[in-house]
């Protein structure tokens, strides 16, 4: 990446009026050539005290860690120079218990992985297992889906925007998009009757069609939505405290953001235009008319504005779904996955077998493997299956992306002070049931 | 689109030098057409490539076990490939006790936008390790950690190999091996208790950063470990 | 000593010849009035639970109403630990801690299913019900619950709070692990309630 210098404007809204009482223009420039040196803090100009390092334990049980990672870090004065991270509290071991279930009985696991996003996982997940089986979904599921992966991509969104407010101190947003979050779960409540974990696929459809009247709703929703991003946008983007605390930090270059394996908003803050929905397109993305934010120094400043742009896509992106949704059935016409309606299980020979077959014994790909990514809002999940022709999958594999993007954390807090890795941890939009599994 | 974004359509490969990509539709099941990576593999490394599947749409290149470090630096470094993205490392084991653990990596080349399977058999009965990629790849780090924690796999050349997810003194052994039971090798009650037994602030200590120190409170297996030449630390 | 069971007498004579007087049921019912309204919680939120408590606690239903306007996020002035998620065996030395550095009086509500019993999750990793570790007052059931649950939840424990005695010593004993085995209930009972049940038990085989 070049050499970029860039101005941030800020309002200083109460304190810093000038003589006629406008609000005065402050210029921030962060300074990044290659390997990226954060222009705040600068340890090395601090004179070499005397003095051992400290050592802080935050987590496994703090508000700020967003569940319960362990951070150990080594300090000098306020500076950290090491940071070593402690995963695992909460491995529940879903790899393992996924050998042991039919697809479909995979899929309530999927929910409760990445619990922020679960409507995406199921569609993830399900897209994974019909690829394993040879289906082809039809029309209105696709469209569905997408619908589905969006709403489920605003509902985390909202979920880190929250929480990253109130890590850097700011509570307001958190209840403002709290209230639209809200909205979403009531949609997804009267869809398929739970808030949030949804269960709402099935290998060849959708556990349930909307209901009547739902389209309203969803209209509604993308009417008012975007009234509430553009308030947080002006409560924080130019908020003079809010760019102090996170222009700079934790920033990552292009090429080390894609060697470290990073991906979804982190990648893209970074300036690499990855996303799987443009790059690998899956449900006719590619079809969509949206763009792809992307920022120009990977510092968690950038990270935000990624990710506040990309709601306002996932906006667009429901939108034309919205229009574009077909009639039709959901559930593709396949006995050996999907079950067939009680009234005919109960009075037609056939149909009959093919339910108690599918019950007790569950379908059965035939032997093979397929990795199917999605992006889910914290970037590429990938789902693994392998299958050696019985119904229960030899291996599931999640490819987590926040495990992945959190890997990288001492490399992001080195060299910051002590407050600053709450920011950068918040802006990695963490969610540890995705990374311990 | 608001002026702070440059807007990008076309994702990150560059326009032009690959076709625009689409959904995936009736993907047969066998006999698509390979990734051209996996020919030219063939080409660059003749003994070393074993065979070439593709299932649904997806290559699958079985490499030799002692060469995939080599393998993986030129499919990273090679202008042609430019795999720079390491999606996932893994392992896979088969209900057949007797059929060798599979390695996997998923590799994908941003540029090209190819998708690459690539894998190495472990036979059973043999010491498990293959090479690290973590020379090439920094994000394989935490993907290492985590099969060597749930297989057991040793990969040779980790910097920083400990267990990720389970503790350091986990005594009942790799929970995705076949041969591991779903609730664990113990009652409720046995891992109830050893877990207990752990102080939890024990391990809040200086020597936690360098394991070298704590050496005599370690597990005797992790004791092995670091005898056999392992680096240690952070 | 350790491993007895928890004694179930209240250890307070209610007959009408009871030497309590008519003062310390008063003061009681004022002590308990104050508790029961200004509890603290400490969210212990570790998984998909805890994304409901934020929603609980956030602005459609307002945990604060309930006097729990302010979260503790110390153990040390909770009053109340809500354990939200599920509690794997390497978080259990954590929250058993947590419990250990919370001052007296103090409850415990245990939030979903995995909280109150591992839930869906009975597997190698997952501790099978928080209470083999700590002692619980009130188990919210659901998956997750909704947060009209979880406040259904924290009003029973309102009325439980309500319906303490001050002589009642035995309320606030302090659990006693057993120093060896660090267990406060008999390990036998910890195995025979960690048993799967149901068609739970079939769902061990893998490959069909
Ligand atoms: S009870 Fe359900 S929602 Fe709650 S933590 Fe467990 S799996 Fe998640």
Redesign the interface.
Known sequence: MATTTRTIEVELSTTGLDAQGRPQRVPLATDEAGNLVPMTPAPALEPELEGEHMLINIGPQHPATHGVLRLVLELDGETVVRCVPHIGYLHCGFEKIGEYRQYNQIIPWTDREDYLNSPGNNVAFALGAERLFGIEITERCTVLRVIAMELSRLISHCVWLGTFCIDIGAFTPFLWIFQQRERVYTMLESWIGARLTTTLTRVGGMGADIPDGWTEDLANFIRTFPAVLDECNTMLTKNAIWVGRTVGLGAMSADEAINYGLSGPMLRASGVAYDVRKDFPYLDYETYDFDVPVGQTGDVYDRFLVRMEEMRQSIRILDQALKRLPDGPVNVDDHRVILPPKSKATSDMESMIHHFKQVMEGPRPPIGEAYVAVESPKGEKGYYMVSDGTSKPVRWRIRPPSFVNLSAIPKMVEGHLLSDVIAINASIDIVMGEIDR | MSDTFLPVVAGHAEDGRVAPPSTPRNVPYQNGAPNPSAEALRAQFADAVQRVDVVWGETTVFVDRARVLEIVRWLHDDPTQQYDYLSDVTAVEYRDLDRPIEVVWHLRSLPHRRFLRLKTLLPKGQPLAVPSVWDVYKGADWLERECYDMFGIRFEGHPDLRRLLMWEQYKEGYPLRKDFPLRGRFSRSEQLRQILAQNPEAKYSMEELTVLEAFDELSLEQRNRLRSGEKVGE | MGLDTRRVETGVDVSPSSSESWVTTRLDFLVNWGRANSLWPM??????C???F??TA???FDLARFGMER?S?SPRQADVLICA??V???????????WQQMPQPKWCISMGACASSGG?????????GID??IPVDVYVPG??P?PEGLMYGIMMLQEKVKKERMADKSLRNEME?DPQ???YIP??L??EV?EPFGNAVH??????
């Open positions: 969210p212990f939120g570790t998984a998909c805890a994304i409901e934020m929603a956030a602005s459609k979260m996020f998620g599920r794997p065996f390497k978080l259990a030395p954590v929250i058993r801690r947590i869906m999750f009975d597997n190698y990793a997952v501790v099978q083999t570790i998956c997750p909704r692990p085995s660090q267990l390990p036998s910890i195995d960690s769902q061990t085989r893998s490959g069909l």
